[in-house]
């Protein structure tokens, strides 16, 4: 429990320093699987990610759960992660589990409405919803419409770009129109292992406070 430790100390201190210390939120982390993420996953990287964001929802969440989806060319929703079984989540729940389709394309705009239809249909709530998105380029343009429709909902996309790939989509979403309040923010680490916990974090959390003081202004949340 070391590790976990340790990574909520650091998250912590960067969300004291951006005043998110005191914010209830939900959070989910979706993770691209296509096959460009093969090395990424068996090589332990992917669940140093599960371990990074999680030490976020623990001090976000009431319950302290991060939820989990996978996508290639399909998705799975996973089991949500804690502080008490994530020891070997991605084996366990992603890798071993013959469920969860793997290596394949990827398309996003499948997994992003499940997302949507998670926190707005089955289990709505005015609390402010985080998601984090990896992916390792190659995003699909269809994504647009999912980021549109959900603008005037609880939810902010943090997509994290991993690799060096093409992020031309990714590096778009400043620019994109038609949007109630702009709801998604996109960085580029191309070796996400390699990067401290203090730079990951204040990437992470970079636009999250200026999206959750106009969503409240405009009552999307409480």
């Not at 340790?6 to 005191?22: E, F, P, R, S, Y």
């Not at 090589?43 to 990610?49: C, R, T």
């Not at 990074?52 to 998705?75: C, H, I, K, P, T």
């Not at 991605?90 to 389709?101: E, G, K, W």
Request: with cysteine; charged share 30%; hydrophobic share 40%.
């Amino acid at each position: 429990m070391m590790s976990i430790t340790l990574m909520k100390k650091n998250a912590g201190i960067v969300l004291k320093k951006k005043n998110l210390d005191q914010v209830v939120a939900r959070v989910g982390l979706v993770l691209d699987i296509s096959g460009s993420m093969r090395n990424l996953y068996k090589e332990g990287v992917v669940q140093k990610v599960v371990e990074r964001v999680l030490a976020v929802a623990s001090q976000f969440d009431d319950d302290g759960s991060l939820d989990v989806w996978v996508y290639d060319n399909e998705f799975s929703r996973l089991k949500p992660v804690t502080e008490f079984d994530f020891e070997g989540y991605v084996d366990r729940q992603i890798l071993s589990n013959d469920l969860v389709h793997k290596f394949g394309r990827n398309d996003e705009p499948l997994v992003m409405e499940d997302v949507i239809n998670k926190y707005v249909e089955e289990d709505p709530s005015k609390e402010p919803v985080f998601i984090v998105f990896i992916n390792d380029g190659g995003c699909k343009r269809g994504i647009k419409k999912a980021i549109v429709e959900s603008s005037d909902q609880p939810l902010f996309w943090q997509f994290i770009g991993i690799g060096d790939s093409n992020f031309d989509v990714l590096e778009k979403l400043d620019t994109m129109t038609g949007r109630f309040i702009d709801n998604a923010n996109f960085f580029h680490i191309e070796d996400i292992d390699r990067t401290s916990d203090e730079v990951l974090y204040n990437n992470l959390l970079g636009e999250f406070p200026d999206w959750l003081k106009e969503a409240k202004d405009k009552g999307v949340i409480q």
